[in-house]
């Protein structure tokens, strides 16, 4: 999926499950989807891979439905907290303009010590772009066993 404006990028795909993550879940369990997300926001990049519980998924995909549909509210995923992955897009004025703002967490190990922190950004684009990553971000719950 990947939403664009103003030469800002932002960019979510799925990652499959890897055998031993699967033997750990029933088979009739509602498999958590993983997601690789990057951003090029201005001269800033980053990128982080995060897991999300399929019931926050689902009801993700039901408010970004909400906002494609209605051109208004927002549709959340993960926890707005500085060092964790979050996202929200969102219609931005009156006129239905849309916008989607996030933070994903950078880490890295330094000798025996972990530093992080995390880019955070907003970036406008064109609502047209909301039918095509909807469609996009709902198959990424499809099955991956």
Request: hydrophobic letters at 45%; proline letters at 4%; charged letters at 25%.
């Amino acid at each position: 999926m990947r939403l664009q404006g103003d030469g800002d990028v932002l960019e979510m795909e799925s990652l499959p499950l890897s055998s031993d993550e699967l033997a750990g879940f029933s088979a009739d369990a509602a498999l958590p989807v993983t997601l690789r997300i990057s951003a090029r926001v201005g001269l800033f990049r980053g990128a982080c891979e995060s897991r999300v519980r399929a019931s926050s998924w689902r009801a993700f995909l039901v408010q970004l439905a909400e906002v494609e549909e209605h051109r208004h509210g927002e549709a959340t995923l993960g926890e707005m907290q500085p060092d964790l992955f979050w996202l929200r897009v969102f219609v931005s004025d009156a006129l239905g303009h849309t916008a989607v703002e996030g933070s994903l967490p950078q880490w890295a190990r330094v000798g025996e010590v972990r530093v992080g922190g995390a880019l955070s950004f907003q970036m406008q684009f064109e609502p047209d772009q909301l039918t095509q990553a909807l469609r996009e971000l709902r198959s990424f719950a499809g099955p991956h066993r």
